[in-house]
């Protein structure tokens, strides 16, 4: 099994930023790549961000691009969600989720592990 565990969230100011954190743990030889999604009160959840655990470009939702960044820390078996230029539709719960695939995929479905998630509340 792989545990994730995400920290960061919190209340900011409209144009403020963020920097969420997803560590895993457990038999983590068996992720291979990574996601964030995030779920605001009344909505499905929604794909946010990818990333392979190999390399490459990660992939972002439109609503996101050229504000929120996503990267990797191998070592530390770690991935990160730096999100600047806040707005307030971007409050929701933040999950990380992982599978065990390299594939990119938006599919809630594909990946296998899941966070507890971290609130982020944007104030206007």
């Known amino acids: 099994q792989v545990q994730l565990v995400e920290s960061g969230g919190g209340l900011v100011q409209a144009g403020g930023s963020l920097r969420l954190s997803c560590a895993a743990s457990g038999r983590t030889f068996t992720i291979y790549s990574m996601g964030w999604f995030r779920q605001a009160p009344g909505k499905e959840r929604e794909f946010v961000t990818f990333i392979s655990w190999s390399g490459g470009s990660p992939y972002y939702a439109d609503s996101v691009k050229g504000r929120f960044t996503t990267s990797r820390d191998n070592a530390k078996n770690t991935v990160y969600l730096q999100m600047n230029s806040l707005k307030p539709e971007d409050t929701a719960v933040y999950y990380c989720?992982?599978?065990?695939?390299?594939?990119?995929?938006?599919?809630?479905?594909?990946?296998?592990?899941w966070g507890q998630g971290t609130q982020v509340t944007v104030s206007s």
């Open positions: 989720a992982a599978r065990r695939s390299y594939g990119y995929t938006v599919e809630r479905s594909e990946y296998e592990y």
